[in-house]
């Protein structure tokens, strides 16, 4: 089969790939890499919106402040104001894209001005919001845009496998990227892309837990491949709960936004108590990892599955206008949500670690950029401020896109071996795949969840070494599917989230170990970093 050449190769259709890809389509040709429809990511998932500062009562430095309050001492503060402070601009130019936020009207003049929400841990209202499908609408703006654009080629239903590396064909020369192997899943056939750049935006690894609001593409794809190249990753202990998932038997992963508890909603016990306003000073919006945990224990205090977010005290036609997408869809649960209390339960929602990247998206490979949830480039520290992951992957794509201007194109060149596939394909075996998926996710949600222990890992630890060896052992002799090579990725992510999370003993941000309850001085600077065929160490946070 040809190699398939391009200048630049784009894994992932989210907000990261989508605005990379246009920014550097005007260059040289671009491949855009998905594995499923062009629109199905983790963005056209998000509810709440973009977090930037648009409004006179408002300021950047208050927008630092309270990421580096949620990021609990773990944001590295010079990313965070590059990223903040470009927040207005990036937001215009998706305006100018096509993109279109939720506007009121202003009483006194009847002028119309963008309607800020306000989510946990924000001392203002800066959130800009399409009702609640702002992903959706940030998808249909950005594929709209990139539709039938000359120098753009997607290619659905592909799922990238393996970079090709230096190392990987044996030359010896500094370590840098030549290519991919990618999966064309409707023929089952392996292709070899070649290209000087590839760029990862393939989001975060949800689907590593049990329970998650993200959807099943969220396999730690981008994470796991860039791990096995041996480019560093960063910070992997620290995953997000989302406090507010509906509990419901027959909805899959749906979140309830967190805007809610911006426009009033209050998380309440079944028997009704309000029991936020005795853990933290911002009560029902105090940041996410305080109220996942808050909820956690409620939980198992109360020995209930679930508890209430209430926000049947607003006025019904506010609700169903401010908030479209979880009244119906609460409602075809049949739960209305301007008469009755929501279930809900907290659940995996986003990788605050990854790859580790600058503000501009380099990788420790050359040739390598990684925009988005997949990336990690400080500004999230120990824990997310929400609504901040969309504004970073807008600004880091576009510095990713004006450093490669700065680099003059070159035509890959370099020969590239064909894909060796396993050549075994016994169907009595899959069940291999579908038990170890069902496995690892179970044990990272009982052992390395929301509270965790040194005991809980070290099992943890155990039985992910038994289950890597075993999938590997299935990857080298059977022919790949899209399932096994999710698999292969899972495992790869939940032995990096274990072994991060071993590493950091002291209980700060989303990582709370209850063997090591309290901060630690020692780690207040320092991020944890993990390299293929090394340790886990940590670094200083601004070496
Ligand atoms: C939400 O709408 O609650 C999610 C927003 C986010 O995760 O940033």
Request: charged content about 25%; overall charge negative; aromatic content about 6%.
């Amino acid at each position: 089969m040809a190699t398939r050449d391009y200048d630049y190769i784009v894994l992932g259709s989210g907000i990261a790939g989508l605005y990379f890809s246009l920014k550097v389509a005007d260059l040289g040709k671009v491949a855009i890499i998905t594995k499923k429809h062009r629109a199905e990511s983790n963005t056209n998932y998000a509810q709440g919106g973009i977090a930037a500062v648009t409004s006179k009562e408002d300021s950047v430095e208050k927008h630092i402040e309270d990421t580096c309050i949620a990021g609990a001492g773990l944001c590295h503060r010079d990313v965070v104001k590059k990223i903040l402070t470009e927040g207005p601009a990036r937001i215009q130019d998706l305006v100018e894209l096509g993109m279109e936020f939720s506007e009121r009207e202003i009483s006194e003049t009847g002028e119309r001005e963008w309607d800020l929400g306000k989510e946990g841990g924000h001392s203002k209202r800066r959130i800009l919001h399409a009702k609640d499908v702002t992903g959706r609408e940030i998808e249909r703006a950005l594929l709209h845009a990139i539709a039938n654009h000359p120098n753009i080629d997607i290619f659905e239903n592909h799922f990238a496998i393996d970079l090709i590396t230096s190392h990987r064909l044996g030359i010896d020369e500094p370590n840098r990227c030549h290519g991919i192997y990618v999966l064309d899943r409707s023929n089952r056939q392996v292709e070899v892309f070649r290209s000087n750049a590839i760029t990862i935006g393939t989001g975060g690894c949800g689907k590593v837990y049990l329970y998650t609001t993200n959807p099943d593409i969220a396999t730690g794809d981008g994470v796991a491949m860039a791990y096995r190249a041996g480019v560093p990753i960063l910070n992997m202990e620290f995953v997000q709960f989302h406090p507010t998932c509906l509990y419901h038997p027959k909805a899959k992963t749906f979140l309830i936004s967190e805007a809610v508890r911006g426009e009033g909603g209050i998380i309440k016990s079944q028997d009704g108590r309000p029991f936020m306003d005795e853990c933290h000073p911002l009560k029902s919006l105090a940041p996410r990892d305080i109220v996942a945990r808050a909820i956690d224990r409620e939980m198992k205090r109360e020995g209930t599955d679930y508890v209430h977010l209430d926000i049947t005290h607003k006025p019904a036609p506010f609700i169903m206008d401010r908030f479209p997408n979880i009244y119906q869809t609460c409602l075809q649960y049949g739960i209305d949500i301007t008469k009755q209390p929501i279930p809900v339960v907290p659940a995996a929602h986003y990788q605050c670690g990854g790859i580790k990247t600058t503000p501009s998206g380099e990788t420790g490979l050359r040739g390598l950029y990684a925009i988005g949830e997949v990336a990690c480039t400080g500004l999230h520290g120990a824990n997310r401020l929400a609504s901040n992951s969309l504004l970073e992957a807008l600004v880091v794509a576009y510095h990713a896109a004006e450093q490669l201007k700065s680099v003059p194109l070159e035509a890959p060149s370099r020969e590239l071996p064909p894909w060796e596939d396993g050549d075994v394909t016994d169907p009595d075996e899959l069940v291999v795949v579908s038990h170890n998926w069902d496995e690892i996710r179970r044990l990272m949600w009982d052992y390395v969840g929301i509270v965790r222990t040194k005991k809980r890992l070290e099992r943890a630890q155990k039985r992910i070494v038994n289950l890597q060896t075993e999938i590997q052992d299935y990857y080298l002799n059977f022919q790949v599917t899209t399932d096994l090579l999710e698999l292969r990725n899972l495992v790869t992510v939940a032995d990096l989230i274990i072994k991060a999370a071993k590493t950091r003993e002291e209980s700060r941000g989303l990582h709370f170990n209850i063997d090591f309850p309290d901060l630690d001085a020692v780690w207040g600077n320092r991020d944890t970093l993990l390299e293929r065929d090394r340790s886990p160490s940590s670094q200083p946070i601004n070496p």
